[in-house]
């Protein structure tokens, strides 16, 4: 099932079964309860604005979780998830500016990573590998725009500052239900810029696994429903690129997941 996050003519925020690119059957029911019971409207009304995919209670991010992207990074492989978070203020919609904040406008080095994003359906504590993905209400995708300068480059290694800014975590452009998605670990991931493709991977080059993220992530605070986990991005970020590669405004980004869909995105400075 394909749900879309959109305002419908009322001026509601709603999910909605997705029938059209501007069509959808409105979900009446409390998304994460049990689909069994749902209600869903008969008819079809229009999507008068696509929203972010979800609204997250939180978003847990993963660094360094590709093989080749650590290799790229010149890095170890992590013996353990690398872990930090966005704030929910960071949230984009698709066709919504990517703003580049003045703070790091003058030197640029903001930058793109394509990432499958993993909702969680219900609370998970202490879930084994086995059944994590059983707690797997959908998948979507994500842009984990990052600020190289804060985060690494003479801004003290400040992951979180330098992943935070507002519209630096676009997601969209459906929540695709984990039923449609049985193996997340064989999609093929990509970003297009300007219409150059500039990553083009699969995520079977995941270091830790979405089974295993999960089960990692639960043994820490209970994974609430609305958790987005954003799973790692693969090689060909900007900054590994020689010269540098960063995003400006003008700049058109696309995110695409195989099953899923594609996120796009216009860059504008703020």
């Known amino acids: 099932m394909r749900i879309v996050r959109y305002r419908n003519a009322e001026g509601s925020a709603v999910y909605g079964v ?7 059957r409105r979900i009446k029911s409390e998304l994460y309860a049990s689909r069994d019971g749902w209600q869903i409207a ?26 080749e992207h650590a290799t790229e ?12 978070m966005k704030p929910t203020s960071s949230v984009a919609a698709p066709n919504q500016p990517i703003l580049i904040p003045k703070c790091c406008d003058a030197a ?4 793109y990573e394509c990432e499958l994003a993993v909702v969680i359906g219900k609370a998970a504590h202490n879930v084994s590998e086995a059944d994590a993905l059983d707690y797997v209400f959908g998948y979507t995708c994500a842009n984990d725009v990052s600020a190289r300068k804060w985060q690494m480059n003479g801004g003290g290694n400040q992951w ?8 630096f975590c676009p997601l969209g452009p459906v929540l695709v239900t984990a039923d449609e998605i049985r193996d997340p670990q ?10 150059e493709v500039v ?3 699969t995520t079977a080059d995941m270091i830790f696994s979405v089974r295993q993220l999960i089960a990692y992530l639960s043994q820490d605070a209970t994974l609430l429903p609305g958790t987005v986990i954003l799973t790692g991005t693969p090689q060909g970020v900007g900054f590994a690129r020689k010269p540098p590669l960063w995003l400006k405004g003008g700049d058109h ?14 860059v504008q400075a703020a």
């Open 42 to 67: 008969a008819e079809n009304e229009p999507i008068v604005e696509r929203l972010a995919a979800v609204d997250p209670v939180n978003i847990l991010c993963i660094g360094l979780n590709y093989r």
């Open 18 to 24: 997705e029938s059209s690119a501007n069509q959808a």
């Open 186 to 195: 064989g999609l093929a991931i990509r970003t297009i810029l300007n219409g």
């Open 160 to 167: 979180i500052r330098g992943k935070s800014f507002d519209t």
């Open 108 to 111: 640029g080095e903001v930058d």
């Open 73 to 84: 990074s010149g890095m170890e492989f992590p013996k353990n998830p690398v872990l930090f």
């Open 253 to 266: 980004v696309v995110v695409e997941i195989e099953g899923i869909g594609k996120l796009e995105n216009p």
């Open 199 to 201: 990553q083009d991977h």
